[in-house]
């Protein structure tokens, strides 16, 4: 994935895909303002928040995150906030690519799933229990944690799994903002749709990096 590796100020990482490329199971509008509206609002506030903090300017969004205990008691929560609504939404962005006919996991990833959930279909099926559970707003996600062991998460607003040492390998968005057009309120049909453009190859490099780190 997109390493983040640059720091302030943060600029959008742009979508690795036209916008209209997920049709028809995410529609070009939702596409257009999650990235450009809500994904921007997101990197501007980040760079707002730590404009006046000259020590923060040299990390990047994960070092953000994975050291928000550090940060200072007044900025905490806004870095905290936007830094996971920068590094959520570029994931589930990247995590995502045109649909094609044969949409499930592969190699070393495919076998993990296998062996944790009893098959991709069972996996399907916890996944999108998962995604369903999340109150409100949040993420569902697939991390893997220290043990090198897959769990599925989910997470409240923009908590990242990347605060809790768990190391994130697929995540969905299930704000309303990122289905509301096109799905209404059914979440169950966006998070169907959804399936059918993950990208499992990018699932599966993050999976391998991970495992060499
Ligand atoms: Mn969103």
Redesign the pocket.
Known sequence: MHEFCEHYMFEIVPLPYPYNALEPYIDEKTMRI?HDK??QAYVDNLNKAIKDYPQLHGMSVTQLLQNCGRISGCVRKEVYNNAG?VF??TF?FEGMSPPCCDRCPEGSLSEMINRTYGGFEHFKEKFCNAAMSVFGSGYAWLVSDRNKCLQIVTTANQDSPLSQCLVPILNI?V?E??YYLKHYNKRIDYIKDWFNVVNWGMAEERYKCMKSC
């Open positions: 999650h809500h994904l609504g959520n939404h589930y968005d704000w903002h990122s």
